[in-house]
């Protein structure tokens, strides 16, 4: 089992570029979680997603950042036109029925935008 | 809102020293606590949890006691190793969500040998 797989682990832009950022779940399970953590800063949730939709979106901002789970594949976070702002690391943590207690992340994808 | 206080670091200690990384929390109700750690190129790995008052949860060593009349979940371990070097997060779940957590900054741990 390899666990929660994401990459690339570092992925460098330049402003107005976009980044895609994936998340391969651990085998079997099918609920995936997007957080954010900015330089000197804890983790802050982004999304909840389950295979091909959007459970929870309340910590996306409203403009440039999408998710998806489609049914094939992995998840993929997508920053369209990035700012300085984006630099960040994003974690990514998969469960097989939802629930804080049963969270296995990723090692994270570290994006910097210069 | 909720929130989560870490003592900064970076924390140094030599091996079999005594560790205490303090966590203390600000929640309305009775979250649940955990202690994460990720090791140098790792993802986070939960390392412990309580989910009640006066609950101690422990592994690998490591414990911490939910201690409602202090908000706080400090972690410790009696005797540290170069392995346990890391970087260990606090965190809270949220109540309006079992799924959400709510996490410290971060403490960065080094053990020399």
């Known amino acids: 089992n390899a666990g929660v797989m994401q990459n690339p682990r570092h992925l460098v832009r330049r402003r107005g570029q976009e980044a895609r950022l994936r998340c391969s779940p651990m085998k079997g399970h099918s609920h995936v979680y997007w957080y954010r953590q900015l330089p000197e800063e804890g983790l802050k949730f982004m999304v909840y997603?389950?295979?091909?939709?959007?459970?929870?979106e309340s910590g996306m901002p409203k403009e440039r950042f999408s998710a998806e789970f489609p049914k094939e594949g992995p998840s993929i976070l997508r920053i369209q036109q990035v700012v300085r702002g984006d630099s960040a690391a994003y974690f990514c943590a998969s469960s097989p029925t939802a629930g804080a207690n049963v969270l296995t992340f990723g090692a994270g994808s570290r994006l910097t935008v210069l | 809102g909720d929130s989560v206080t870490q003592m900064e670091g970076p924390v140094t200690l030599s091996e079999e020293a005594f560790l205490t990384i303090n966590c203390t929390y600000t929640?309305?109700?009775?979250?649940?606590l955990f202690w994460y750690v990720q090791y140098p190129g790792e993802g986070l790995q939960l390392l412990l949890k309580?989910?009640?008052a006066d609950d101690k949860g422990s592994n690998k060593g490591f414990e911490a006691t939910y201690r409602k009349e202090t908000t706080s979940f400090h972690l410790e371990k009696g005797s540290v190793q170069v392995s346990d070097s890391a970087v260990y997060f606090c965190?809270?779940?949220?109540?309006?969500?079992?799924?959400?957590?709510?996490w410290g900054a971060g403490t960065k741990l080094i053990i020399k040998p």
């Open positions: 309580a989910t009640k």
């Open positions: 965190a809270l779940s949220d109540r309006n969500s079992n799924y959400q957590l709510i």
């Open positions: 997603l389950q295979k091909e939709n959007i459970i929870d």
């Open positions: 929640a309305t109700g009775y979250p649940s």
